[in-house]
């Protein structure tokens, strides 16, 4: 065993996360209310999105996501058994709301090079049933925001996009997670900034955010911009507003605690991303030296697409060696994990749950049987890239 240890994940936060949070235990004031509120406008400003509306994880924020398809009160007012195209390489939790709430998650196969979502599969899982795409811009890699784009015009599809490991990832100069009709964000311990855990769902239309202020928090109004709140209002006599349910909904509230968190994370989020994109470029001249052995994840268009790196994914070209190869990984103090979730189908859930893929998932399979990733955080430095590099380089060469 080395003596040296590299971890996917640390602690990102400083004193000034916990002063914060020690205000506000002092304060008594814990639940969702300001301090979301002003994180929300914060988060809002730094991402160029039109609304923001924090939850308690990135997968609350796909599952509102799924809801705001299906509610009553929104534009869309999707039927159950419509269907939603998902890429197969991605985390469980992006699928799991459109199951639960009645839609039908059709999986699509991914790009044997950038690791996204390809609209090649897309275009062959498209039905008459077909009503949205839910693209995964896989570990910070943006997908190809200009064709996702044009197939959803071409197909009147509602684009929604899962940031929730791209944070700051640009397409064309401009954030992922701009895109869509609403996108969903994580601030999980391992992510890009954490608010141990929480998660953000931008959208673009007034509409849209009301729906998902009103499914955050029981169905009811409170979260509204007091325009909408008032416009309610005046169609429905109900002696205490505060109680009235007006669309259905959940309890997937942040808290205070979370908030501040975030703000002052959201303080030093340049750097961070701007260190994980460091170690990127060192893993990946690094990495380039073992391309006979190792495919890297590699980006959709090099002029548009801007990585914000989440982790640094790899398959390995030699089938039937991953074990081995996470064996001496760890013998040598290094954490790695298999790639996101592999092929969700794959998975024992799926057959319980889901139709059977119409499309071939073959690059999806690639993954899922030779697929892994290695860390990359605020708190790595180049010589830890560089430790990682000559391990790896053993495995294969000494």
């Not at 949070?21 to 809002?44: D, P």
């Not at 939850?55 to 599952?63: D, Q």
């Not at 996204?116 to 599969?121: A, C, G, L, R, V």
């Amino acid at each position: 065993m080395s003596g040296r240890e590299i971890k996917l994940q640390v602690p990102t936060y400083s004193k000034e996360e916990v002063a914060t949070v020690n205000e506000i235990l002092a304060s008594t004031m814990v639940v969702m209310g300001q301090k979301t509120r002003e994180f929300q406008h914060a988060w809002s400003n730094w991402q160029n999105a039109n609304y923001s509306t924090m939850v308690n994880s990135g997968s609350s924020a796909n599952l509102l996501i799924a809801n705001l398809l299906l509610s009553k009160r929104g534009q869309y007012c999707l039927n159950k058994g419509d269907e939603v195209l998902i890429p197969a390489v991605t985390w469980s939790t992006t699928l799991f709301p459109f199951v639960q709430l009645g839609l039908k998650p059709v999986l699509v196969d991914v790009s044997p090079t950038s690791f996204n979502i390809s609209i090649e599969s897309c275009q062959k899982a498209l039905t008459s049933k077909t009503r949205a795409v839910f693209a995964v811009h896989l570990l910070g890699n943006p997908a190809n925001m200009d064709e996702l784009v044009k197939f959803c015009n071409e197909h009147n599809l509602v684009l929604l996009e899962d940031c929730c490991e791209a944070t700051g990832a640009m397409w064309d100069n401009k954030r992922v997670g701009n895109f869509g009709e609403a996108s969903a964000f994580s601030f999980m311990f391992a992510h890009h900034m954490s608010t141990i855990e929480g998660g953000m769902i931008c959208c673009r239309d007034k509409q849209d955010d009301i729906v998902l202020k009103a499914s955050r928090a029981h169905g009811w109004i409170r979260e509204m911009d007091e325009e909408s709140q008032k416009e309610i209002k005046a169609q429905h006599d109900f002696d205490d507003y505060r109680f009235m349910f007006w669309d259905m909904g959940f309890n997937v509230r942040p808290t205070e605690i979370s908030a501040v968190f975030g703000l002052e994370q959201l303080k030093r989020i340049e750097d961070f991303i701007k260190i994980r994109i460091n170690n990127f470029l060192r893993y990946y001249e690094k990495f380039s030296k073992l391309d006979s052995e190792i495919q890297v994840q590699e980006l959709e268009d090099t002029n548009k697409a801007f990585r914000s790196n989440f982790s640094f994914g790899i398959v390995l070209k030699r089938a039937g060696i991953r074990k081995k190869f996470i064996q001496h990984l760890k013998e040598n103090g290094i954490d790695s994990r298999l790639l996101v979730a592999g092929n969700l189908a794959r998975h024992p859930f799926y057959n319980h749950y889901c139709a059977p893929p119409t499309v071939s998932l073959q690059n999806a399979d690639k993954i899922h049987e030779n697929g892994l990733y290695l860390p990359n955080h605020q708190a790595m430095t180049p010589d830890d890239v560089d430790y990682i590099y000559s391990v790896v380089r053993n495995f294969f060469y000494e």
